[in-house]
């Protein structure tokens, strides 16, 4: 069956989409599933950096420039996570045909993976516009304040635009009783709420997957609950909630 492919998108940058792009490819390779993150952050990635991956000298750069096949570009990292980086040379960048990605993204589709999750640029460019056609769904990334929200209505507004379907948001760094309403405010349905959490930052300095190192922080069990969403993997109800149902 052909792999489902996720686009995590945003209009403003620093958002979080490479570090809940990973997390939850990590949290979906934890439940079995064949699962790939690439980076199509083509001009600035930063993928690879938040992994223990040493500087990977194949990269989806060079498979865009025609000089390397695809599957020589994908590694496999922690918790059998595969990731295909973007490599940082100029004088890759420069050769790049980025109408070639389309190809790479459909010849994956039909490899091994159930899902694939694209690390989709900041920004309205071309360069985030174009891997998000490529996607069966999107999913923005949105902060609680006021520019990021502003931003991600104009890329709904735009996406529409383009026929591409955007099917929820998840509101990252969040903080208790602010901006509650963000998914009203856009439109869109709430998939999860991500908390701003110290352990995110001690994972990504650590370069290790957080529902290893902090398992038990708000942030892990947040992104495990959007990971088995995005698998259709009913929650376990707890005690409680089976008594008042
Ligand atoms: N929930 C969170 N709590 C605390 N820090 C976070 C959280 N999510 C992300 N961060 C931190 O915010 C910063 C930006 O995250 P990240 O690089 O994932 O954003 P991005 O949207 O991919 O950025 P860009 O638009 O530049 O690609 C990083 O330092 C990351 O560790
Ligand atoms: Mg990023």
Do not use: H, W
């Not at 498979?63 to 994908?74: F, H, K, M, P, R």
């Not at 360069?127 to 304040?145: A, G, H, K, Q, R």
């Not at 349905?189 to 997957?209: H, N, S, T, Y």
């Amino acid at each position: 069956m052909a792999a489902k492919i996720i686009a995590l998108g945003s209009g403003k940058g620093g958002v979080g989409k490479t570090t809940v792009a990973l997390n939850i490819g990590f949290a979906i390779a934890s439940l079995n599933k064949k699962v790939l993150v690439v980076d199509t952050d083509i001009s600035l990635p930063n993928l690879d950096l938040y992994t223990g991956l040493e500087k990977p000298l194949i990269t989806l750069l060079e498979v865009l420039n025609g000089t390397s096949d695809v599957q020589s570009a994908i590694y496999t990292i922690q918790m059998g996570l595969d990731i295909l980086p973007c490599g940082s040379s100029l004088q890759a960048l420069q050769n790049v045909d980025l109408d070639k990605l389309g190809n790479v993204i459909s010849e994956l589709k039909d490899s091994e993976y159930e899902l694939i999750i694209l690390d989709i640029p900041a920004g309205l460019s071309k360069l985030s516009m174009l891997p998000m056609t490529y996607s069966d769904e999107v999913i923005l990334i949105v902060n609680p304040d006021p520019a990021s929200i502003s931003d991600a209505q104009k890329v709904k507004a735009a996406t529409a635009l383009a026929g591409i379907s955007v099917t929820g948001i998840i509101v990252n760094k969040y903080k208790k009783s602010v901006y509650n309403d963000i998914g009203i405010k856009l439109g869109l349905p709430v998939l999860g709420l991500i908390p701003q959490d110290e352990a995110i930052i001690k994972a990504r300095d650590a370069r290790k997957p957080l529902i290893l190192l902090k398992p038990g922080s708000s942030s892990a069990k947040a992104i495990m609950k959007i990971s088995k969403k995005i698998c259709g993997i009913p929650e376990k109800k707890s005690i409680f909630q089976r008594f008042i149902r």
